[in-house]
């Protein structure tokens, strides 16, 4: 049996597609006044529209609206002039109006594209739309002791403007869909038009996902993977997906099309219901709201605010500070980590060495503590000034270190550091000239085989000398010193 599948081994390839909904910044509800702050009371930040009440009227949030074209046209797409809210009815317990509205058949941004480098290799990932919509309500379960089981409802996040980002079928690996979705992140923080933070729901993913034959054009049946609260369970999600529709068409048997949900804690995907069809949600326009007339002045309006944006910052990182585009794509990975780097370099012009610093020892300590950069108790600012300690000689490179991990731990100021260990570079000529005279003094055997052209004799005074200043003394100056006394004197 095992031989047989060997030889009939197919090499399989995935096919990945990302529909992401961000939660859009602003201040209130898309269609009523309401607040959108997290973490309140549940239920306090509601009225009578965002729960469904009758005789009352949505009202479109400007904002909203400027928010989604802002990321249309940083992602490339294009703007419709016309859109249309529809009405996407189903029934579930966080829904209080048993419908959700949200953009259907004529959606406000599409046909756009991201790029993103993934392992060295750039790579263009359509976008095929970007439309906005309501967010639902939350459901809690718990239970009570001593009484039957209760789920709660929270309407607080009833009404929360959502972009829903729907990729095309592009991406080839976990990997990148990974990469993917840090680049859509970094931009929406560019943006500043959502926090883009995916353990507050802020920021979720769902994946559709097949696999076929490699070389083949057709695609396979796929699945729609959902409840992946982080980039590193979407990675393991597909992982595993990719897996198991692998070993199931290797039995020769077929994938069935349906939604299945990520178990983090068992790591697996679990089916959870067949894949409902869009006829099922019987779409129609939403009578309540106007269509959406977008005029080429707003969009014109909107694009002169873009910010500087991932890509262009990288551009002008290779162009300004001229470090390899390698480094600058990192750099510019997250715009705190850009303002970090530029900050740092503003006090400190040593665009290279600030780099090498980020990357190499700032970065490993992040990713150990699994913080952002915004987390970090190390400043720029105490960064540079430990750059320009090591550069004035006041410390030395080695001991640099020692400093930079002390910083980080504690979040003090390295000249205070250095002071308290006692870690000062002893670069006084007289002090150092006085060490010296003292190792030279009580090793008269030594030097006279020094001066009778036993070289070897010479690191071993060197080291004498470092000795007696425990290691503080700058090693060049003692070398320069040492030489000139045995040989003058
Ligand atoms: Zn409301």
């Known amino acids: 049996m095992v031989a047989k599948r060997q030889e009939n081994m197919v090499e399989y390839e995935p096919v990945i597609g990302l529909e992401v909904h961000a939660q859009l910044l ?53 703007i419709a002039p016309y859109s249309l809210f529809a009405r996407k009815n189903y029934f579930y317990p966080d829904l209080p109006k048993g419908y959700q509205i949200s953009m259907y058949e004529l959606p ?14 750039k790579k263009r990932i359509k976008i095929i739309r970007i439309h906005m919509e309501e967010d639902a309500g939350k459901l809690k379960h718990g239970e009570t002791p001593g009484t039957a089981s209760f789920s709660f409802v929270d309407f607080n996040r009833t009404g929360v403007p959502l972009v829903e980002i729907v990729s095309g079928p592009d991406i080839r690996s976990p990997q990148e869909a990974g990469d993917y979705l840090r680049k859509l992140r970094a931009i929406l923080q560019y943006l500043e038009i959502s926090t883009g933070n995916m353990e507050e729901g802020s920021f979720r993913c769902d994946a559709n996902v097949s696999i076929r034959p490699k070389g083949r054009e057709e695609f396979g049946t796929r699945t729609e993977l959902k409840n992946m609260n982080s980039f590193r369970h979407v990675e393991k999600a597909l992982e595993y ?3 198991r529709q692998t070993a199931v068409l290797e039995e020769d048997e077929e994938v069935v099309q349906e939604t299945r949900l990520w178990d983090t804690s068992q790591g697996i995907t679990l089916s959870m219901r067949g894949k409902e069809e869009a006829h099922d949600y019987r779409y129609f326009p939403d009578p309540d709201l106007v269509p959406l007339r977008i005029d080429e002045a707003w969009i014109e309006e909107v694009r002169r605010s873009l910010p500087e944006l991932p890509d262009e910052k990288k551009e002008r990182f290779v162009r300004e500070y001229g470090i390899p585009e390698y480094d600058a794509e990192i750099l510019t990975s997250t715009k705190a980590m850009a303002s970090y780097y530029e900050e740092t370099v503003r006090l400190f012009p040593d665009s290279k060495t600030v780099s090498n610093w980020m990357m190499g020892d700032l ?21 540079a000034e430990m750059l ?11 001991i640099a270190k ?22 000062v570079q002893i670069l ?26 036993k070289e070897k004799v010479f690191g071993f005074l060197v080291g004498e000398v470092m000795k007696a200043t425990r290691g503080k003394a700058n090693p060049k100056l003692v070398n320069e010193w040492l030489r000139k006394k045995l040989k003058g004197a």
């Open 26 to 78: 602003t201040r209130s509800k898309i269609f009523c006044g309401c607040s959108t702050a997290f973490g309140e009371e549940p239920n306090t930040l509601t009225c009578p529209v965002c729960t469904g009440q009758p005789g009352s009227l949505p009202v479109m949030n400007r904002k909203a609206v400027e928010f989604a074209i802002k990321l249309g046209l940083a992602t490339s797409c294009r």
């Open 108 to 121: 406000l941004a599409v046909d756009g594209l991201i790029e993103i480098v993934s392992q060295g290799e």
């Open 241 to 243: 997906e990719i897996k």
């Open 363 to 383: 970065l490993r300590e992040l990713k150990r503590d699994e913080k952002e950069i915004d987390q970090s108790l190390l400043t720029p600012s105490h960064l």
């Open 388 to 398: 320009s300690m090591v550069k004035g000689g006041t410390i030395s490179g080695k």
């Open 402 to 423: 020692d400093v930079f991990e002390e910083m980080y731990q504690t979040g003090e100021k390295p000249d205070k550091i250095v002071k308290e260990k006692g870690w």
């Open 428 to 453: 006084d000529e007289a002090e150092i000239a006085k060490t010296i005279e003292g190792v030279i003094k009580a090793n008269p055997k030594l030097v006279e085989d020094y001066r009778k052209g």
